[in-house]
Structures are given as C-alpha cells and as structure tokens.
C-alpha cells in the first residue's frame, strides 16, 4: 500500500507535473496549498438523448479502448462508452420507449447494466446478458420511474471490477413533467452538474493499477488518485449562484462522507430513485458505491470552495475501534482528502427559490407486506480470508445457474439485510427502488427517506427495507442483488432472483 503510493509519488514528480493529492497521508493536504492544484477545467460528460425512430428513443453505444491523460500528459490506457473514458449522460423522458444499441469493440466480452431501472430482466444488462466483441445487444424497454438519476456500468461476471474501473460507467438522467415544473436548476452543465467519484490508482508508466495487494481484494479496490468525471484535480467555475449536482459515487469500493471545507449547509433534494418529498438541509452526506445524490448548494460571488471527504465518526461497536487487523485496515484508509474545488468568482445571478415541497416518492406499508426474506452478508475472516474472502449471501456464493429468490409479481415484501461482517457493505437491488423502513430499529435519517436501490448496510447492522417489483415477469431470467464493491460482487457477494406470475 505505503510502498505502492509512494511509486506513484515518484512517478507524478519524474512527470514534471506536479499535481498529486495523496490521498489517505493525514495533514500532507494543507488547504492553502491543495487547492492551487485544483485548476483542471472539471470535464462534463457529452448528453446523448439518441434519436427518435419510429416512436422509439434510439441510442447507439459503443465500448472501446481510449486513452486518457489524468495526470496532464502521461497517457493512460482506458476503456470508455462512446468516448476514452467513462460515458455520456443517457437522458430520456419517463414514458419513453428506449431502444439501447450496444456494441462491444473490446476484445473481452462485456455487459452494460441500467442500474436502477425498472424493466425486463433480459433487458437488465447483468451477467446472463453478456456481449461478445464485434457483437451489438439491444436492450428495449420502457422507461418507468420519474425524474432521477440513474447509471449504467459494466456487470461481466468477475470482470465487473476490473471493466468500471477502466471506464466502463456513465448516468442516465430521467426527465419528467411534474419535475420539470418545480423550477429546480436544470441547464445541464451550467446549473445541473454531473458529478461522478471515482478513486483511481497509477503505476509509474501511466497505467491504471488494479488490485495489487490482498487488501484491495479484502476491502475492495481503492485507489490514491481522484478523479470527477474523469479529471483529476477538477475545479469547477460555478456560473449560477444556485447550482444543483447530481452526485454518483462510482468508485469501487471507497465510501465518501462529502462535506464543503468550510462546513456549509447545503440542501439535499433526491436519492437515487427520484426527488424527496421536501429539500433536506445538512452539512454532510455519506455516499457509498453505488449511490447517488442530488443536492442544491448555494455559491456567493467570490466563494473559493473545495469538496472533500471527512473520516465518519467511529460507530459504537463498529469496525475500526475493535475488530484488530481488519479494524486497522480500514483505518488506515480513511484519511480527509480533497475531492474537487468550486470556484465561484464569477457566479452573480439572483438565487433563485426553492420550492418547499418537491414531490411524494413511493411508499408501501408495513402491514401490506406479505413476507419477509433475509439476506446475510458474508465476508470470512481467517483462513477464509486467504483463500479468497469467502463472499457470500447466506452462506453461498454467486452461481450463475442457481436461482436463490422467487418473488411473485406485485407482492409487497420486506427484506431484512444483515451484517455481521466487520465492514460496510452497499447492498443493491435489480429491477426495483425501495424505501428503508429501519436500521436496527431506528427510522433512517431524513436523507434516506425516499426512494433508493442501494442501502449502505455498516457492520452488526440490521436494515430493512420494503419493495415491490412491478412489470415483468420471467421465470428463467434473473435479476442480482448483491454487495457494491465491486471486488466483493466479483468475489461472490451477489446472489439471483426471478420475479414470477
Ligand atoms: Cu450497479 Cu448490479 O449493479
Ligand atoms: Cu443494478
Ligand atoms: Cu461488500
């Protein structure tokens, strides 16, 4: 780890670019002096809206090799969705009928998966949906829920890991009338900014570094470089006085407690499955892989702010304080850094309200459900650990041919996700959004109170949430839930279900 960091410092300093933000060295990032290296212009992914053939939003997708240069000139090999790295934004309307065309021009073959839509497991872009090279896949579907901000990723059975992190992600924004309505900023790239998290590692010669130690495997991949939207030290010259960012957390596995360095308010608006029922003030947001945010923070002319991750308070009883070796492993990687600057020298106009109600998300009863499952979330200490972790739900394994849940369509149930691992774990639902009714008993804070499909489960946490799958139906095709750090889903923390007539 230590070693391999100060690689990479060497290999930023033979570069003559001077720009690193070591991350996860306390105290080495002063303020003053990080924030003068936050002067690359924050890249904004192109919008791809596709085109409209015969009632149908047609969009052409294409995977393929690229070549990035984070750390100014030093070139990187990538792997990117119509571009070098990363995606464009997917953005549609709820109602659409989408058509996706995917073709695969790497010489591995790969998925795409719509993370957190509705829609037919055929079309879900997991595992089983497979494309080869020089093959395309068209995924068809309708597109169900209302505004909100989705994504999509590679999901190649043990390859996921490795395919995200060389690029292979990118949001999908849905659009609706009733939102639209709200006057919430929404000139993309002006007021409406895209943010993707993602941690990297580099070796001296450029590359991306990937699981290079036991610990990556253990803990999932976490990298030493941060890049937004793919640009490393972003600064974004905020243009609006009130701008609203769409928050991805597309890391592997890092968990980011996002607060402004000067501790600022700002107001949270939605979570993953669509706006809140009203805006929520707060100071700081925990966003695991795998989630997303949208928040409004308002920028005064002359604000010089930077975004970064500040350690989470130690749980009582958690990981960290008492669980010995794996304790201090985690420790060690929690450390403040600077994520991105925002830089508002320019910003002027009037701020603009915000409305005090915004919309009622979905929500389902604890007396009209009908049954609960559960899901424990294994992660082996000892022996295990060597040999791979032992990752699993319930004590088994992923298996591609073995189906672990039948759900019938339209039953309301409550899954209760359990762990007694000494980590946190993202657990994420295919096909669906939920609402989390409790962790541990407790009702979940007020940011958490709309529709999500991923739920940072912390360790000797119980969580509960309730949902229904709607729509579709297919006894053979099945749908994931599982962990996402994407080591552990590709290690075994992944399981199947099918919805069923
Ligand atoms: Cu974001 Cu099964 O994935
Ligand atoms: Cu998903
Ligand atoms: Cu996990």
Redesign the pocket.
Known sequence: MFNTRRQFLKAAGAGGIGLLAPLGVAGIVNAAESISWFKNPLGIPPLETGSFINGKRVINLSLGYGTSAFLGNRPTATVGINGDYLGPVIRVNQSDDVVLKVTNNLSEPSTL?W?GLNLPAAMDG?PHQAINPGETWNAAFKIHPGACTQWY?S?MYHRTGIQVYYGLAGLFYIDDERSNALGLPSTYGVDDIPLVLQDRSLNQDGSLRYLGSMHDRMMGMMGQLMLVNGTAFARFKVQKRLTRLRILNGSNARIYNLVFDDQREFLQIATEGGLLERPVSLRNIVLAP?ERVEILVEFTPGDDVMLRHRPLPRRAGSAGATMGMMGNMMAANDQPFSIMRFDAAQSSSTLQPVPTRLITPRNWSLNEAVRTRRFELNMQMGMGMMRGGGFGINGRPMDMSRIDQRVPLGDIEIWEIINRSPMAHPF?I?DTQFRIIDRNGRAPGAGEQGLKDTVLVYPREIVRIITQFENYTDSKTPY?F?C?ILEHEDAGMMGQFVVVA
């Open positions: 998966h993370h997991g990723h999901h795998g994420h295919h994931m599982h996402h």
